[in-house]
């Protein structure tokens, strides 16, 4: 039973990440390799970039993307060749074509928008008269009058 | 064994009588719904009444399900389908007892049981609400119960039997196996509920057209009851994430970890703009808005885990059907609190009369802030579905985007912090409160430079955030001096500044730690990845690590592959580490189990991985410089919530009801 599960522990296991014999020897072209792998995302994970995914899919892209470096891509040319081949789904960081600068945008206008209508706001507040005092209703006296003893 | 035939005799009664107490405890939620709203609308005091004996009957039934289920667990009783594809015989006694709510079904009984019991704290500690406004609160807080009863009763239901029992059960997730993931859901569900509270007492004010400086007073203790139960929920999922996944991240801004961020961020704001409507009679419809918000995210976090909608590596990823519910219950609350809202906006009206420079401003800012960081964590969340449906565009939003897009405000928060605390209320000028930091800010930047100087390389990230730390932790002690004033006994007067001044302080103090921990993992981390032979040397930074073995070990429902390393600096030794890999033979997964040396400087991380053909082992090594500030400073968080929670002037009103009765004489 036991032998039986050390077999299957052996098959079971996951590669992990960067494997050893992937990592590239020129120190530089491997640091692009890291950082651009940290934005492409592994297609059969849940939510995993390349760089941190065990599964196989992953290492394969990993090394692609570090032929394509060795080739002497640049980083754009690198990623784009990927994307090419699996779909914008591919990158982690969307671009901000098309419809996408209303992401990219969404937290900018909203800050203009919100400032407008607090300042709006700040600036009425500091402009209104103080109320008139609030008369206390007959039974908020009533109240006040048994708190105090009265 | 004797133990266990006993046990099984017994647990299908109590099994019984826990669905029983669950049905019951759906009854009683109507009646809790619907009773004592009339009594307050028609002002009967009997039916107002009804609400509190209610609760506490609520509260008891839930209990009492949620503690059969338990126990079920507990004597793994295999005749519950939930207990069969949740645990295991051989499992450890503590993931027993944690894989009741380590599933759907589990987990919404938990959710369940929280809201009764946030009902049932409003029942015996609001003695001193006004009577009609006790009954409404308690009355939404039910209806928030009934919906999530039903949700369980006829989509979930944890009680659901097998006509064959098998022999045992197929385990829980290995991953969920651990401590800090143990106790992650139920704080987490404490946070997420505890805003329900905060949406009760919001859509109460609106039934009953009063918005005052009374009801802030009121709401404020339940939200930070709330955000210091998310706070510790985050902080553990983050902190189980980074030594178990085994590449050392600790936030991934996946859907569901977002989803639990964005109520954060929302009672953050909620319980800042809370004290202005407090002290100050304004922002009124901003508070109530930003209640009924902070709990619509909490729905939203709970839709998205169980939706399979969007794709997270923690989803139960459970059918839509279940989804759909949600998205029901939440269309129905959220449009008719909103719908109340737009109805009841003129009892909203502001007050507090201030000028532009003043602290009702900063606490504006502090929300603007908040809110747009929620906005755009949620808009990052939701791009991919929006994308695809209506731009026809299959894409991913993944951490790059967030860390670009959201951490932006969380530097303008940092930045404008310490100017905020310090700003007098009503009408300030700017340049006389910000005078007496002047100092700090040149210690702070001088802090940044430095940091820039040293550190090798061009990155901002580490200087920027080193900066923020220091800026608001020395910004803190600033305002800490200033509050105890001049002359004599200023140390006694430190002292005994209200507990709510403390708590601010360590707050506040804690994200300053948080910010300069986070700025320091991200900017330099250290890694080495290579394949080692056994008794070989290397170093990674100033460090030598040396592997001395690599054994085969059996714990009590796992193989494990454990390699032993020695880490020394300059020639001395620091620790032993033994990373593992973890196999579990029922479920069919592994998982990794990181080496760490964990100090305040930084942390070594030590990963192993698998063997090679030529005898060596796939090791992997980190340097994680301030790691631990991030947890440190997420305790200090919630340490200064728990402090504000206690100070006195919450507890005059609730203790409002023990003034001494006249006692008959003996």
Known sequence: ?150 | MAGRVRALYTSPMITEIGHFALILAFGVAIVQTFVPLIGAYKRWPAWMAVAEPAAGAQFALTALAFGALMYAFVVSDFSLSLVVANSHSAKPMLYKISGTWGNHEGSMLLWVLIVTLFGAMAAWFGGNLPPTLRARVLSVQSAIAIAFFAFIIFTSNPFTRLATPPFDGQDLNPLLQDPGLAFHPPFLYLGYVGLSMAFSFAVAALIEGRVDAAWGRWVRPWTLAAWVFLTIGIALGSWWAYYELGWGGFWFWDPVENASFMPWLLAAALLHSAIVVEKRESLKSWTILLAILAFGFSLIGTFIVRSGLLTSVHAFANDPERGVFILIILGFFMGGALILFTLRAGVMEAKGVFGVVSRESALLVNNLLLAVACFVVFVGTMWPLVAEMFFDRKLSVGPPFFNAAFTPFMILLGLFMPIGSVMPWKRASLWKAVYPLRYVFVLAIAVGGLTFAIQTGRSMIGPVGLFLGAWIIMGVIVELVQRTGRGPDRLGRLMRLPRADWGKATAHAGLGVTMAGIAGLTAWTQDDIRVAQINQSWDVGHYTLTLNNVEEIRGPNYLSTMGSLTLAQDGKFVANLSPEKRFYPVAQMPTTEAGIDYNLIRDVYVVIGDQQNNGGWTIRTYIKPLTNWIWIGSALMALGGLLSLTDRRFRVAAGARKTPQPVPAE
């Not at chain 1, 080739?71 to 090419?84: E, K, L, T």
């Not at chain 1, 990219?104 to 203009?112: D, E, Q, Y």
């Open chain 1, 1 to 150: 039973m036991k032998r039986l599960a050390l077999v299957l522990m052996l098959l079971a296991t996951p590669l992990m990440a960067v494997q050893p014999d992937e990592v590239l020897d020129d120190p530089a072209l491997e640091e692009r390799a890291r950082d651009l792998s940290k934005g492409l995302r592994c297609l059969v994970c849940r939510n995993e970039s390349i760089d941190e995914s065990d599964a196989s899919l992953a290492r394969d892209l990993r090394i692609l993307l570090r032929e394509r470096l060795v080739a002497g891509d640049s980083d754009a040319q690198a990623v784009d060749f990927i994307v090419a081949r699996y779909g914008e789904f591919v990158l982690l960081n969307p671009d901000m074509r098309g419809a996408n600068w209303l992401l990219w945008g969404a937290g900018p206008l909203m800050l203009l928008l919100a400032g407008g209508i607090g300042f709006g706001y700040a600036r009425s507040r500091s402009k209104a008269t103080s109320p008139t005092e609030d008369p206390l209703s007959v039974e908020e006296q009533a109240r006040l009058d048994d708190i105090l003893g009265r």
